[in-house]
């Protein structure tokens, strides 16, 4: 009863401290919100994240559905664990265990971060959940009829019960070879998986079910990997999809020129190059895919229409990392995608600032550096005019910092307008929003510690950090 009553104080004293500032993004403040029960309660809702424990690209990672959210990340051993978070009572329960992985079990092997949860809750309320791949095995799988293999198995479980997080079942619903999962609910309740079929060199495919994920169609490949006659290199894909207007999906996409390693232009050999920016259009009524301009789509989409026919823009001699896309209320997109010089020192290039872009009605524009951080996180329009992005950054010492940044003249400049989150010498990897948040629960972010693979979780929204009492976070059921 005292503890219910604490965390009813830690909800409502940051409500009454931002009164006036709805919606997403846009106040002024500088300080996070401070609970008056700190003493007890912590900002962190779980202890047991690990590694790169969300990611923008698996998502969701999380759904808010009648005063519950409910978030998902990786766990110990790479399993996924699931938390929900009672927006009436200030009650968080679990986590708990919702699958096992075949990854994360071998301690020769690094943590390999591809196999990170991705959820959605079906028309039923049942809760799925898919995780665990990176291209399959071949001894264990078998060939990869749509590219290759490198390590784990993918996997779909579900809820035993309704919008219940204690237990869960596995379901043989999709192939092994898939990474990268995101996933769609449409309004009519069709659920559309999307993912890459298999390791680096591998189709982009989607399924769709039609009884609330407990059978999916054949995989439809929609993004080619194809090898190049002209370089000794493969072309690949990093896909970012969400749901459109009506029954469309949206898909942004950069390319990755996959070297074989002998082919390579430097001693580097195979790079996480990417480059350059696409868009198009999935139509789930009909099956079809198009342009911006709504002209008919080829699919699986190979390099060279893609350059004709979907180019947001070229990135030059700077290497990209895809990041979200939405549409404002015009319908027209905005993609956030991280740009960057390659620096040659390693594999990734060097780090990445995020840039703008947007479709104006008969033309992209946007891509201006400076404006904002190096950083990555989630996209929000409005008005074409009004964008926002709610980022993980580091500031020139070191503090990690999880913060909104609002544009009001269509990305040509950022204002960093409130910060959500700040701690000394972390850095936060960040989710995309929770699907159909609540204002309270917006995002998750999981705070990387010095010198251990083990992650603080957080949840934030408007009122600041989702908290919970201190002697509850560090509880893990199984
Ligand atoms: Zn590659």
Redesign the pocket.
């Known amino acids: 009863m005292i503890r219910k009553l604490m965390v009813a104080g830690a909800i409502a004293a940051p409500t009454l401290m931002l009164t006036g500032c709805g919606g997403y993004a846009a106040t002024t403040s500088t300080t996070p919100v401070v609970s008056p029960n700190s003493a007890q309660m912590s900002d962190h809702f779980a202890e047991n994240g690990l590694g790169n424990a969300v990611a923008v690209i698996q998502h969701p990672a999380g759904e808010h559905h009648d005063g519950i959210t409910y978030v998902s990340y990786q766990g110990p051993k790479e399993d996924p664990y699931v938390a929900s978070y009672n927006h009436e009572t200030g009650e968080w329960f679990g986590p708990f265990k919702a699958g096992i992985s075949i990854m994360g079990k071998d301690p020769s092997r690094k943590i390999d971060n591809h196999g990170k949860p991705t959820m959605i809750i079906d028309n039923a309320g049942y809760i799925h959940i898919f995780f665990g791949g990176h291209g399959g095995v071949l001894d264990l799988h078998g060939e990869n009829p749509l590219g290759n293999h490198h390590y784990g198995e993918n996997k779909h479980v579900v809820s035993k019960r309704p919008l219940d997080i204690t237990e869960w079942e596995e379901l043989d619903t999709i192939p092994p070879f898939g990474t990268y999962n995101q996933v769609v609910k449409m309004d009519n309740g069709d659920i559309y998986l999307f993912y890459r079929h298999g390791?680096?060199?591998s189709d982009w495919v989607y399924h769709k079910s039609t009884d609330n994920g407990r059978s999916f169609g054949e995989p439809v490949s929609f993004l080619k990997h194809k090898r190049r006659d002209d370089l000794a290199?493969?072309d690949?894909w990093y896909p970012y999809v969400t749901k459109g207007v009506g029954d469309e999906i949206v898909v942004n996409f950069d390319y990755?020129?996959?070297?074989d390693g002998a082919g390579a232009p430097d001693a580097r050999g195979?790079?996480?190059?990417r480059q350059d920016m696409f868009y198009m259009v999935f139509d789930t009524g009909d099956g079809s895919w198009s342009n911006i301009e709504g002209e008919q789509l080829p699919i699986p989409l190979t390099r060279e229409v893609a350059e004709e026919k979907t180019l947001v823009a070229r990135s030059g001699d700077l290497w990209s990392f895809n990041g979200p896309v939405t549409l404002d209320n015009k319908g027209y997109p905005h993609i956030g995608i991280t740009m960057g010089e390659d620096l040659g020192v390693s594999k990734t290039g060097g780090p990445k600032e995020m840039r703008h872009y947007r479709w104006t009605g008969t033309e992209w524009v946007g891509g201006k550096a400076g404006v904002l951080p190096i950083a990555n996180g989630a996209i929000v329009a409005n008005d074409p005019e009004d964008v926002s992005f709610l980022l993980a950054s580091r500031s020139d010492d070191g503090d990690g910092i999880v913060s909104w940044w609002r544009s009001a003249d269509g990305g040509m400049s950022f204002k960093q307008t409130r910060e959500m989150l700040r701690r000394p010498n972390v850095s936060f990897a960040i989710s995309t929003f929770i699907r159909n948040a609540h204002p309270d629960a917006q995002i998750m972010v999981a705070e990387r510690l010095a010198g251990t693979d083990r992650r603080n979780m957080y949840l934030l929204g408007e009122s600041g950090l989702v908290q919970r009492p201190k002697s509850e976070t560090g509880i893990t059921r199984p």
Request: charged share 5%; with cysteine; net charge positive.
């Open positions: 390791a680096h060199r290199a493969v690949s990755h020129l996959c070297w195979h790079t996480a190059n």
